[in-house]
Nanobody
């Protein structure tokens, strides 16, 4: 199983960015997919996830600003980020669940596979 994330970059505060992740090696439509992030000197943290039944979950600090979606035909998961803040600066990792058809993905312990990450930089 492989996950490839893309779409990161430098964006000014208040701007928008869309991250994409495509997977291979499994039938992703049966699994929750999500995004985590890791800022310099901090632990990797949950950002958003979307289950096989298209239920979504967000960290409190991104609610109302980020939107996660998926396209099962493309084995893809996307993160539309708006109203970006300097504290959103981090490497963003896409991830997929360890077991099919679970109702939630929000903990690192629930992740079976990680993508390599894509850097998002929002200057202060």
């Amino acid at each position: 199983v492989q996950l490839q994330a893309s779409g990161g970059g430098l964006v000014q505060a208040g701007g928008s960015l869309r991250l994409s992740c495509t997977g291979s090696g499994r039938t992703f439509s049966n699994y929750a997919m999500g995004w985590f992030r890791q800022a310099p000197g901090k632990e990797r943290e949950f950002v958003a996830s979307i289950t096989w039944s298209v239920a979504t979950r967000y960290a409190e600090f991104v609610k109302g600003r980020f939107t996660i979606s998926r396209d099962n035909a493309k084995n893809g998961v996307y993160l539309q980020m708006s109203s970006l803040k300097p504290e959103d600066t981090a490497v963003y990792y896409c991830a997929t669940d360890y077991s099919p058809k679970r109702s939630s993905l929000s903990r690192r312990s629930e992740v079976a596979y990680w993508g390599l990450g894509t850097l998002v930089t929002v200057p202060a």
